[in-house]
């Protein structure tokens, strides 16, 4: 079973940057779509970023500029890297791998922002 864990999160200042890892349990050559997501307190689980096979990206309107999605095939690892962190980005940041034969997501890893 293919198993996804999530790592980088913090307390990170506001005007700060933060790098979240993905560690995915198999090639990720494999999956068709990885993505990140994430929960603020008492909001709905929002989308992101997400990366294909090909290396194509797709980021909602509220992420591009800030939010960077990569991958490092050798390592089976996704990565988002998130700039100019703000209060509101404070949330359980989560990731997902999509395939034909499965759909797993990660425990989150918590990212807050705060002085």
């Known amino acids: 079973q293919v198993q996804v864990e999530e790592s980088g999160g913090g307390l990170v200042q506001p005007g700060g940057s933060v790098r979240l890892s993905c560690a995915i349990s198999?090639?990720?050559?494999?999956?068709?779509?990885i993505s990140w997501y994430r929960q603020a307190p008492g909001k709905q689980r929002e989308f992101v970023a997400s990366?294909?096979?090909?290396?194509?990206?797709n980021y909602p309107d509220s992420a591009k500029g800030r939010f960077t999605i990569s991958r490092d095939n050798a390592e089976n690892t996704v990565y988002l890297a998130v700039n100019n962190l703000r209060p509101e980005d404070t949330a359980v940041y989560y990731c997902?791998?999509?395939?034909?034969?499965?759909?797993?997501w990660g425990r989150g890893t918590q990212v807050t922002v705060s002085a």
């Open positions: 198999t090639n990720i050559f494999s999956i068709d779509l």
């Open positions: 990366i294909t096979t090909g290396g194509r990206t």
């Open positions: 997902r791998a999509t395939h034909f034969d499965f759909d797993v």
